[in-house]
């Protein structure tokens, strides 16, 4: 990525971390670090594992307030305690480059234009580059949660694919996942989609981040992989997604591995709506 050109001030972009999740320190560390990368100026907010909601409120209504801050970013998940729902509908709605706020969800259900939640929009991204079709396919979601799942099955039917939504309570899961030629598996449960549930020759993407640290759970998803099993020799545990990877080997045309699939692509996203808040609020478009 480029970085930026010197313009009247830089984008900014606050960051709340609100608690100890180790796995949503790591994906901030890498939000602020991008930013650093291209220019960006970031804030990172640290409030402690018992910060209340009005707590929260208060901090996110001072960022809204701040002319020097474009974009704010409150990392899910949030602690048990806080009000997820109240702190999403707290950020202004021009400054949420997670297209998290209800008004932008209503951007994206009903084709206005809006900040598109990072990790669908960066799918919808990869999908354009490596040229796989999406009009008139046939695609399959696994997950229904309102930060993957669900936008990403809208920016799906947008691109006129058929599109069906799976979730833990749908019956032969492996039949609704066969049918599909784009798959996207957002479940969050250690490679559970695997060669019962792929086409021949479908488009397997993975954004399942998890952590195995049982060893017999790691031989058993990763089998004959020695570079993973000493992997996880090393460290005491090892990433897998929600896709048994091996198998997609000789399954898939296209996958996207877990890590180093979407990950990134998220990460750009949120830098593009980033900047585009930026260039909205500071009247260059
Ligand atoms: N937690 C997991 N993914 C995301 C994301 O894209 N944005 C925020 N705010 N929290 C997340």
Request: aromatic share 2%; proline share 7%.
């Amino acid at each position: 990525m480029e970085a930026l050109a010197a313009s009247v001030r830089p984008p900014g972009l606050a960051v709340i971390l609100a608690g100890a999740d180790p796995a949503s320190a790591i994906y901030v560390r890498n939000k602020i670090k991008a930013c650093k990368d291209l220019g960006i100026k970031s804030e990172h907010l640290t409030p402690p594992s018992d910060v209340t909601t009005v707590e929260l409120l208060a901090s996110i209504i001072k960022l809204n307030a701040r002319s020097d801050i474009d974009g704010i970013l409150v990392q899910m998940p949030l602690p048990a305690q806080v009000d997820s729902k109240a702190a999403l509908l707290a950020v202004d709605p021009s400054k949420d480059v997670d297209g998290f706020h209800p008004f932008n969800v209503g951007s994206l259900v009903t084709g206005r234009p809006g900040p598109r939640s990072c990790t669908p929009a960066g799918i919808m991204e990869l999908l354009r580059r490596y040229e796989i079709p999406v009009a008139g396919r046939r695609a399959v979601v696994v997950g229904r949660s309102d930060i993957v799942g669900k936008p990403m099955a809208f920016l799906l039917l947008h691109e006129n694919a058929t599109v069906t939504i799976c979730h833990s309570k749908t019956p032969d899961l492996a039949a609704v996942c066969r049918e599909a030629d784009i798959l996207v598996a957002a479940i969050g449960r250690p490679a559970m989609i695997n060669a019962a549930h792929i086409r021949k020759g479908a488009t397997v993407i993975d954004v399942g981040m998890n952590r195995i640290a049982d060893r017999s759970e790691a031989e058993r998803v990763f089998r004959g992989a020695r570079e993973k099993l000493e992997a996880f020799d090393r460290n005491g545990s090892v990433l897998v997604g929600d896709v048994d990877p091996i198998a997609m080997a000789d399954l898939a045309s296209a996958y996207t591995p877990v890590p180093g699939g979407v990950g990134p692509l998220t990460i750009a996203m949120l830098m593009v709506n980033t900047i585009r808040s930026a260039e909205r609020r500071l009247g260059a478009c």
